[in-house]
């Protein structure tokens, strides 16, 4: 499978090295995907426009089918095996009132569906972004006559690490998150929207190598100068120092043709990219894009995929290390034969590091 794949794609380390003094570290990033976009609630320009653009984008995010998702990015779980996962997108859509439909906890979910596979991770720290809502859902079961709607929905984004438990050199402590000074606020027909984006870190040590494990998602590239602030923030805070593994959706092109947040992070004495373009090519994670009306965009049933861009990244500071070489991109192909097709709207990332 493709966790034999990787292990044959690593360069075999130099005879010198001692894997004893130099433990590997298999780390993951992975954007969840809320499930649908949410420019039509963000464009809406009336109470009522808006009120039908939550209504598509909740049939939306049915019809992307978190659960079955949730199963295709397990696969990769169990085929890479990771020691840690920085998770962003991880949503929760609470449904309330009478005909409402069932709502999603995508981190209770994907954590069922590790759980099925007999692989044990622990949730080590999360950060709590977002939370819209509720707003109402006026999906058919929720319309009584007058018309009167009797349904909400609220959505919380998250952002979460997970720790592979079954890796007895590995310990951690000292969860911490925060928010972003910076943040960007859209005016909408109910009052001002923000993500909050935040971060979330552990403190870890692999055979007594100690080291962080930061993940973020910064802000997209609609908000250049908000996601600017906030890679230079996350350079100065849980970025700074020591033996760093930062990863998330940066939300910056790796090949500057949109922010220069990517630039800021990698800058010299900041932080080392675990993807070589030279040595592993392109490794394009963004984003499958579908657009087919009812539906909101992102119905994740474009048959061919449309990753163009490199936002999903794994960077390193210090006594972690990796040749730029010992990475690849997962969860790119095709889970199933009728949509949702894609795992996500973002591939993620998997590198192998040396402390």
Request: a negative charge; one cysteine or more.
């Given at each position: 499978?493709?966790?034999?794949?990787?292990?044959?794609?690593?360069?075999?380390?130099?005879?010198?090295?001692?894997?004893?003094?130099?433990?590997?570290?298999?780390?993951?990033?992975?954007?969840l995907?809320?499930?649908?976009?949410?420019t039509?609630?963000?464009?809406?320009?009336?109470?009522?426009?808006?009120?039908?653009?939550?209504?598509?984008?909740?049939?939306?995010?049915?019809?992307?089918?978190?659960?079955?998702?949730?199963?295709?990015?397990?696969?990769?779980?169990?085929?890479?095996?990771?020691?840690?996962?920085?998770?962003?997108e991880?949503?929760?859509?609470?449904?309330?009132?009478?005909?409402?439909?069932?709502?999603?906890d995508?981190?209770?979910?994907?954590?069922?569906?590790?759980?099925?596979?007999?692989?044990?991770?622990?949730?080590?720290?999360?950060?709590?972004?977002a939370?819209?809502?509720?707003?109402?859902?006026?999906?058919?079961?929720?319309?009584?006559?007058?018309?009167?709607?009797?349904?909400t929905?609220?959505?919380?984004?998250?952002?979460?690490?997970?720790v592979?438990?079954?890796?007895?050199g590995?310990?951690?402590?000292?969860?911490?998150?925060?928010?972003?000074?910076?943040?960007?606020?859209?005016?909408?027909?109910?009052?001002?929207?923000?993500?909050?984006?935040?971060?979330?870190?552990i403190?870890?040590?692999?055979?007594?190598?100690?080291?962080?494990?930061?993940?973020?998602?910064?802000?997209?590239?609609?908000?250049?100068?908000?996601?600017?602030?906030?890679?230079t923030?996350?350079?100065?805070?849980?970025?700074?120092?020591?033996?760093?593994?930062?990863?998330?959706?940066?939300?910056?092109?790796?090949?500057?043709?949109?922010?220069?947040?990517?630039?800021?992070?990698?800058?010299?004495?900041?932080?080392?990219?675990?993807?070589?373009?030279d040595?592993?090519?392109?490794?394009?994670?963004?984003?499958?894009?579908?657009?087919?009306?009812?539906?909101a965009?992102?119905?994740?049933?474009?048959?061919?995929?449309?990753?163009?861009?490199?936002?999903?990244?794994i960077?390193?500071?210090?006594?972690?290390?990796?040749?730029?070489?010992?990475?690849?991109?997962?969860?790119?192909?095709?889970f199933?034969g009728?949509?949702?097709?894609?795992?996500s709207?973002?591939?993620?990332v998997?590198?192998?590091?040396?402390?």
């Amino acid at each position: 499978g493709a966790g034999a794949a990787l292990v044959a794609a690593l360069p075999v380390l130099p005879a010198q090295a001692n894997p004893k003094d130099e433990p590997a570290l298999v780390v993951m990033t992975q954007n969840l995907y809320l499930g649908s976009s949410l420019t039509p609630a963000l464009t809406a320009a009336t109470p009522e426009e808006f009120v039908g653009a939550v209504a598509q984008i909740y049939a939306t995010v049915q019809y992307t089918d978190f659960p079955a998702r949730a199963e295709a990015i397990a696969d990769e779980i169990e085929a890479n095996e990771p020691d840690l996962i920085g998770l962003q997108e991880v949503s929760r859509w609470t449904t309330a009132g009478p005909g409402a439909p069932p709502g999603y906890d995508f981190l209770a979910i994907l954590q069922a569906a590790l759980d099925d596979r007999g692989l044990v991770y622990s949730v080590a720290a999360v950060v709590d972004n977002a939370s819209i809502g509720p707003a109402p859902l006026a999906l058919p079961s929720c319309v009584q006559p007058g018309p009167t709607i009797t349904c909400t929905v609220q959505l919380d984004d998250r952002d979460v690490i997970l720790v592979n438990d079954d890796n007895p050199g590995l310990t951690w402590s000292n969860p911490r998150s925060g928010r972003f000074e910076a943040q960007a606020v859209l005016p909408s027909p109910v009052g001002p929207l923000s993500f909050d984006r935040g971060w979330v870190s552990i403190d870890a040590r692999l055979d007594r190598q100690p080291f962080r494990f930061v993940n973020t998602h910064l802000e997209t590239e609609d908000f250049p100068t908000v996601q600017q602030a906030q890679a230079t923030e996350f350079v100065a805070g849980p970025g700074r120092g020591g033996s760093i593994i930062a990863v998330g959706d940066f939300n910056s092109a790796a090949d500057g043709s949109t922010t220069t947040s990517y630039a800021q992070l990698t800058a010299p004495g900041k932080f080392r990219d675990a993807w070589d373009e030279d040595q592993l090519g392109d490794g394009f994670t963004c984003c499958q894009a579908s657009n087919t009306p009812p539906l909101a965009p992102g119905a994740l049933n474009n048959p061919v995929s449309t990753l163009q861009t490199r936002i999903d990244v794994i960077l390193s500071r210090g006594a972690a290390r990796t040749s730029g070489g010992q990475a690849l991109v997962v969860g790119d192909t095709r889970f199933q034969g009728t949509p949702p097709f894609w795992p996500s709207d973002h591939a993620g990332v998997v590198a192998e590091f040396r402390l």
